[in-house]
């Protein structure tokens, strides 16, 4: 799971292809490669998962183990932000 921008750069800067030819490419899955399997990424996919959950998580009961004791609350907001004054100050 890398960042497309690095392939998409160089097929474009050094093989002079189109950009929407190598964004094909890479929705195509073309760049695409198999790795082995680990607890990092096992953990990034968790973390990423339980930041992304609105209000339940669900897992298997063998997997409790590995849901943290510190979880968010549920969210009733997909965004959140502050408002910023519109306003601008001009100098005459």
Known sequence: ???PAS???ERVDHHQLKPEDVAEEIVAGKHDHKQPGS???AQLFNDH???SARN???HHPDDASLVPDDL???RDKEVESEVVSG????AS
């Open 1 to 3: 799971m890398n960042d």
């Open 7 to 9: 392939v998409f750069e």
């Open 39 to 41: 607890t990092m990424w």
């Open 49 to 51: 998962t339980i930041a």
């Open 56 to 58: 339940w998580i669900f």
């Open 72 to 74: 968010p609350g549920p």
């Open 87 to 90: 306003e601008s100050s001009t």
